[in-house]
């Protein structure tokens, strides 16, 4: 079954505004770590955001923020004030455990463009 | 910071032939490290878990005999593909896991492509 389902292959936003990136998980462990990635061409895997379950508040990273809906197991990504620069793939993952032990889960990504 | 690097980035072979690709951990000892595969616009797919001086952990489907990890050090995870051929040919990644505790201490490597001729 799915762990991270990503259900938007591609979107696009104009220059300065913001944009929501969707992400739903699944588990039964009460204890995990979602993470947000950003790909550019490159092909190296950038760290943006990470919100653990038992965090109260949702995540803020500059531009970046996590809409943790935990009863919903959503974790959606919202990047404000987008920027041509933003353009790249952005992976949505899950880490089961807080203890870094067990690999990182991905979805099947996001393609962002960013529209001058 | 800690930082992961791979050797090579980029690799060019001909069907048949094996191909080491390194994975260290600059800065950090590195007890657990993962290797992650990823076609042309596809995710990241876990292939193995490798722990400093004990056998690496397959995913399923990935065959142990064709991918050889070796976790010598606790800076040095190598991931050779033997008797490469075209199918193999894919975007490898590894990361590295770094102390206990905390949550970010998976940090990534900057990938290596393959391309089997």
């Known amino acids: 079954a799915q762990k991270i389902t990503q259900t938007q292959p591609g979107m696009f936003v104009q220059e300065k505004e913001a944009v929501t990136l969707d992400c739903t998980y699944d588990t039964s462990d009460p204890s995990y770590g979602l993470f947000w990635y950003k790909q550019p061409s490159s092909g190296e895997m950038i760290f943006l955001i990470y919100q653990g379950s038992y965090d109260q508040q949702n995540a803020t990273e500059g531009r970046y923020s996590l809409n943790f809906q935990k009863a919903r197991k959503s974790a959606n990504l919202v990047i404000s004030a987008s920027q041509l620069g933003d353009s790249a793939m952005y992976f949505c993952a899950m880490r089961e455990g807080l203890s870094g032990n067990t690999p990182l889960v991905f979805g099947k990504g996001t393609r962002l463009s960013v529209i001058a | 910071g800690a930082v992961v690097s791979q050797h090579p980035s980029w690799v060019i072979c001909k069907s048949g032939t094996s191909v080491k690709i390194e994975c260290r951990s600059l800065?950090?000892?590195?007890?657990?490290m993962f290797w992650y595969r990823q076609f042309p616009k596809q995710s990241l797919m876990l292939m193995a878990t490798s722990n400093e001086g004990s056998k690496a952990t397959y995913e399923q489907g990935v065959e142990k005999d064709k991918f050889l990890i070796n976790h010598a050090s606790l800076t040095l995870s190598t991931l050779t593909v033997t008797s490469a051929h075209p199918e193999d040919s894919s975007f490898y990644i590894c990361?590295?896991?770094?102390?206990?505790?905390?949550?970010?201490?998976?940090?990534f490597g900057p990938g290596t492509r393959l391309t089997v001729l």
């Open positions: 800065d950090f000892q590195a007890t657990t």
């Open positions: 990361s590295a896991k770094k102390g206990s505790g905390g949550y970010n201490e998976q940090f």
